[in-house]
């Protein structure tokens, strides 16, 4: 019997020396910067935050796509570090209390690094709550400075700026219309007020009067009162900063109502959408806009591949998102590790990414080092390509 309790009494020993070890583990685990137990998974989860619903949907539907897309590529050819990348989307709905509420899903679900955002005013929320997690963002239609003039570092950019763009389009209205008078519009929302604060700053450095300077309600069904005030001080171009579902209404109605100057809109009017809601009229409005991948030599076979996986061509900004996902999957391969903190160090360190927007580097703020902007003319119900600047900043035709 005493043998008999002496054994029993080391295999109490060794069975309390087991859990101890198992809650140690667990504590470990729990204690973790976040994203590191995740990595440990069966995939490796890159979240998508985006609009799935609202009257953005279609584009935050087409980010996912191009998404989707970037990973079936990157684990046909065996995934990262022996493991699968797997897409989680959230819907953030382009508003600010819902993208932090998608943000903080998107941590709790476990992805180690996100690749998404589309309204500004959506990803500077979502920001904050990715930098508390230690899990960088790679953004793909999110252009507002704030996003990477925050001092974080774990926020990148596929995309160019709103400041880049802004300048961009006042040079384009005078040196290529050769604008006198312009009326800029937003919306007040976070990207568009700070693209038309952007475009206006330059038109007035370069000599252009701003003749109206003010925002619509996003939503509303008319806006033949603000048309009409802006027709009344006969700019020679009207340039909207806001969303395409607001886009396609006001040259609709600006037609209706007799305005015939040049009517343009930035590049959150670039989607189709556009022309389904301005019929007609959209014809001629010109867009200032990253190039679109029709328009990008390296994006064709992911054209191809979209049209055949979606029944459809790719809208704006799915072959950023595309980008971003493989620039997040690269930074992966170089650290050797799923872990968020090595995912950041490494994509500090791209330089020279091939993307298929062209080649991909940041500057240490984050940002694309060389962001490139086109403009595009709508004919006959689709976008062709208009004209874009040379070395020397001369506008010049696109072919």
Known sequence: MIAQNNDTSGADRVLRKTTLAALAALAVLAGMAPGLAQSQGATIKIGVPVPLSGSSANAGTDIVNGAKLAATKINAAGGVLGKQIEIVPEDDACDAQ????????????????????????????ELTTFHRAGIPYVLDASTNPKLTEMGYDNVFRTIGRDDEQGPFAASFMKNSLHAKRAAVINDNTTYSKGLADNTVEALKKGGVDVVYDDAITPGQMDYSPTLTRVAALK?????????????????????????????????????????????????????????????????????????????????????????????????????????????????????????????????????????????????????????????????????
């Open 235 to 399: 700019p020679d171009v009207i340039y909207y900063t806001g969303y395409f579902s607001e886009a396609g209404l006001l040259v609709k109605e600006a037609r209706q109502v007799g305005l015939k100057m040049t009517f343009m809109g930035g590049d959150a009017t670039n989607d189709p959408t556009l022309m389904k809601t301005a019929g007609p009229a959209a014809n001629d409005m010109i867009i200032t806009t990253a190039p679109l991948a029709q328009f990008l030599s390296a994006a064709h076979g992911y054209v191809d591949d979209y049209t055949k996986a979606y029944g459809q061509g790719p809208g704006p900004y799915s072959v950023y998102e595309y980008d971003a996902v493989g620039v997040t999957a690269k930074a992966i391969a170089d650290a050797k590790s799923a872990t968020p903190a090595a995912i950041t160090a490494a994509l500090h360190k791209v330089t020279n990414y091939a993307g298929a927007t062209g080649t991909i580097g940041f500057n240490p703020k984050g940002d694309r080092s060389v962001a490139v902007y086109i403009t595009v003319i709508v004919r006959d119900g689709a976008f062709a390509p208009y004209q874009k600047q040379d070395a020397g900043g001369h506008w010049m035709t696109m072919k």
């Open 98 to 125: 819902t993208a932090v509420q998608a943000a903080q899903k998107l941590v709790d679900a476990g992805v180690v690094a996100v690749a998404g955002g589309y309204c500004s005013s959506a990803a500077l929320p």
